[in-house]
């Protein structure tokens, strides 16, 4: 047996955003959210406004964090910002291990999954959506439609970073932003949570759609099954 380091058995390393709005269980940044042992990488400066900005000292930090994640034996790294897609291949070179940055990730493979048919994108922030989120995640050439919630008071309280929030008014929210975008687009595949702090309204967005909806936590258990088909020696 070989050591070096002071901690082992983690499978997932979460690249995780300075913020202090509240985490659910769902969310990518509660720790029971997980079924793997997970490890916290927090990148101090790193608010959502900053990477939405793509302010450079940020994006140092997080490629920083990834490689401090993989010396500290993760096997899987994952983020807590569907923006980081920008960062995808940046991040994917930067180490040996496999990088999911994003549910925008998702999109290509949903597409052909679910008929071929346009897929519905939650954002938490349209404005700030762009090609290049799609364009780095290999989606540019998908058909897509997206909703943000920027304007809903649980948008304002991602992007702003508030320390409370109104769990059942932004399931809500959630929800009828969701069935608003399908009543616009009712040729819509499937549903793809852009935003990490979407996914405990899953299970609310698909039944009120009849849609099947897709997100990162969906595709982080995915590769974390396949990293540990094979255990650690110790």
Known sequence: MHGGRTLYGFTLGVITLHTHF????????????WKFPVLYKIVE???PRAIIGKEKSCVDRIL???????AEGVKVITTSCGFLSVLQEELARAVSIPVITSALLLVPLVYRICGMKPVGILT???KAFTK????????????????????TDFG???????????????????????KELVRQHPDLGCIVF????LPPFA???????????FNLIDLVNMVCSAAERIGDVF
């Not at 509240?22 to 959210?33: E, F, S």
Request: contains cysteine.
């Open 45 to 47: 400066g790193a608010t």
């Open 203 to 213: 299970t609310d967005v698909q039944r009120e759609t009849g849609l099947l909806v």
């Open 22 to 33: 509240p985490r659910t269980l769902g969310d990518v940044a509660n720790a029971r959210t």
């Open 194 to 197: 852009e935003c990490t702090n």
């Open 124 to 126: 938490a922030n349209s």
């Open 132 to 151: 290049e989120h799609l364009l780095k995640a290999g989606a540019d050439q998908i058909p897509v439609k997206i909703a943000g919630l920027e304007n």
């Open 156 to 178: 304002k309280a991602l992007l702003n970073d508030e320390p409370c929030m109104d769990f059942e008014k932004a399931r809500s929210e959630v929800v009828q932003t969701a």
């Open 64 to 70: 920083s964090a990834a490689k401090e994640l993989e």
